[in-house]
């Protein structure tokens, strides 16, 4: 897709964009605000796989289809000092994961550390946006939820597991965070769905068939997936010979977090589908907050944790590359990059950008688009 197919949207009113939609959509101004929040700071590192890309598909869409509400209902229904169990009752995820998070954060104040689990829950957006309000709070950050069925077990063909991310976030001294936000299996549906978006086949290996074959056509996975025609490798690829099953089991493990320590919905369950018709997903999300304090001086954990990354990042190279990352340096450079460019959006997208602002009736939006 050439540059000519892109337009740039300034974050500022990026914001005020997607926030309009989700009040458009019923959602209260505050809960709006934050579920904005959590979509633009994906745009803003980068992680187009989960920013605007998915306002329509993903909450839009499911609001419109009456299988997510606009107002989260956040119901405590088990509390310790240190653990909560919340029923979000299918309210919108990044609200009630907001709000778990700073629970789990203000436990960890008090006795070190605090874990909130979700139930009856929908799609939180990036799941490093909540181990970033740990880290905010001078704390490590963990995160996972479990979702749509998506990944093959290692060996098999059938979509069991959801792309389950296992996201760990830390405080540096440096200008940004140790922060690792990624799913558990090679490629996750959002990444796909961009690729369909700008007309591009994806690597082998991302998805296989019924076969146990590898399938590149972004359109048509997305469709199959649904079908389960077709099945997401886990992380590390397929078989065991570059480490598939390791993301087989890191999968598993968020999809026990997610659901067992809240006797909630699990793998097939959470396809969304029941009796040939379109139901609320009832994903589940867990948050664990630990107090770096408690432990150690912060300031000391932050040097230290420093030392370490710039370590890494110093280390020998490969002829030919010329950086090494650490987790969390990607997204600041592109953030850097963005905050005076902003955000990219391909012809597709401002499509369904252009259906949303119509249906709700949007004023104030048409300088947005050649």
Known sequence: MSENDIVRIDFETMEKLMTDVFKGLGVPDNDARICTDVLITADKCGID????????????????????????????????????????????????????????????????????????????????????????????????????????????IDNMLGTNPLTFGMPTDEEFPFLIDCATSVSQRGKIE?????????????????????????????????????????????????????GYGYATVVEILSAALQGGSYMQMLSGIKDGQRTPYHLGHFFIAIDVSAFTELDEFKKTTGEILRKLRSSKKIPGQDRIYTAGEKEYLTWLDRKDKGVPINRELQKEIKEMIKELDLKGYDRLFR
């Open 49 to 156: 796989s989960h920013g605007i890309n998915r306002l329509k598909p993903i909450y839009f869409d499911r609001i419109r289809a009456g299988i997510q509400f606009p107002a989260a209902n956040f119901e405590i229904i088990r509390e310790g000092p240190t653990t909560a169990v919340v029923d979000g009752h299918d309210g919108m995820g990044m609200v009630i994961s907001n709000r778990a998070m700073e629970l789990a954060i203000s436990k960890a104040k008090e006795f070190g550390m605090g874990m909130v689990i979700v139930k009856n829950s929908t799609h939180y957006g990036i799941a490093g946006y909540y181990a970033s309000l740990a880290i905010k709070a001078g704390m490590i950050g963990i995160t996972g939820t479990n979702a749509r069925p998506s990944i093959a077990p290692t060996f098999g």
């Open 194 to 246: 961009v690729f369909a978006r700008e007309n591009k086949e994806i690597p082998k290996g991302w998805v296989i068939d019924k076969n146990g074959k590898t399938k590149t056509d972004p359109k048509q996975i997305l469709i199959d997936l649904v079908e389960g025609k077709a099945a997401l490798t886990p992380l590390g690829g397929i078989g065991e010979d570059t480490g598939g099953h390791k």
